[in-house]
């Protein structure tokens, strides 16, 4: 296994030197509207929140499931339009990018828990394949079809769109772009050693990562057959404020705070490279500017930790004994370790991960405990939801 140190090392030695032979590219897209599926969940909350920050125009579409809540967003409500509506209703979408007309589109909405996959993989299929398809549909008669209400009015033409770069920089910032938020995990999972590149081929495990391979492959099918301007992103875990307590450090935090068992999985041997979302989202937005139609970016921060350290580096911030760890039946196909090249975004985009481990694990910790309020108003689902999954402790 790379270290963390030896793979930062690694990727900023490499864009330097790419630095010195290609400048970066200039800014090449500056988005007018955005719209933003999955906007009151994790991540999209928080590129929502940095998006409105940079006064872009944002547009959320969210059918607000278990996962989804608006408080996430209620400070940048009144920059936002927002939408209660579930991708997979056809009319319903082409109805809002009909009247929106957005000329960038940021795809997070999704069922987004493997365990959740575990127990019942059909409302996986249903919004992540299917919703992206509709979604990309969307997008395809907005801004492809010749009676579709948007290339017009954008003032674009299929040929401005990009995949091929016409080199005219006045028209490019123009240019729409399609961001298919993917995940690390297409690709399988890896041994002690190695990483996942872009070119790697994809081999999923689980219910969640199949249909999220199945949307990260129907987006480049767009591109390739319709030359819909599509970009795939690819970031490993995602770790910081206004997590849905299902996922392993919230889960952590709270159950240490209440001095319950807290269940680690097999031994707590598995790795996972943890990614701070405010970075995650950097990386999208520095991929809206830059990124070039039809390609794969990893998002990644080189930070790689077994599940198990990540529990006691939790345990130490709060102070509490590692005797709270209870070792569970492990996971079904649970995938060993995921670990992502990055020298792509590193070098094409300039994008390189700010916050290291601890520093994160910090404030993460620390907002959980200044916003309990929000977290108490999960528990008693999630406890009902722990029954179940952690049925063994
Ligand atoms: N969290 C991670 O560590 C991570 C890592 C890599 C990739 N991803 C991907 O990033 C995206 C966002 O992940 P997240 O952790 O923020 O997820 P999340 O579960 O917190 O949020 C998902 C959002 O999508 C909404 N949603 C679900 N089904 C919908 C439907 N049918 N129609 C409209 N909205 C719907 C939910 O209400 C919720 O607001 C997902 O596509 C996920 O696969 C997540």
Redo the contacts with the bound molecule.
Sequence with gaps: MMNKTTKKLRAQDSGNSEKETQTPKPSIRNPKSILV????????SEFVRQAVKKNSRVVV?????Y???LERIKGATEKVTFYK????NKEFIEHIFEKEKPDVVV???????VDRSIIDAAPFI??NIE?TQVLLDAAKRLWLSKEGFGMKDLGFRVKDLGVEDSGDMDKSNQKPIFIN?????VYGELGVNGQFYETTPLNPNSPYSVS?TSADMLGRAYFRTFGLPVITLR?????GYW??PE?LIPVVILKALNNEKIPVYGKGENIREWLYVADCVEAILSVIEKGKPGEIYNIGSGFEKKNIDVVKSILRILNKSEDLITFVKDRPGHDFRYSLNTDKINNEIGWCAKTDFETGMEMTVKWYLDNMDWVNKKLDYLRRYWEVVYSSI
Excluded at 61 to 65: A, E, F, R, S
Excluded at 181 to 185: G, L, N, S, V, Y
Excluded at 235 to 239: A, K, L, Q, R
Aim: aromatic share 10%; charged share 25%.
């Design positions: 599926t999955g906007g009151a969940g994790f991540i999209g579409i969210d059918k607000l499931t996962a989804g809540d509506a579930d991708i997979t795809h997070f909405a999704a069922e987004s828990h249903k919004t919703g938020i993917a995940t690390d995990e999220k970031p490993s875990n995602n770790y997590q849905y996922k």
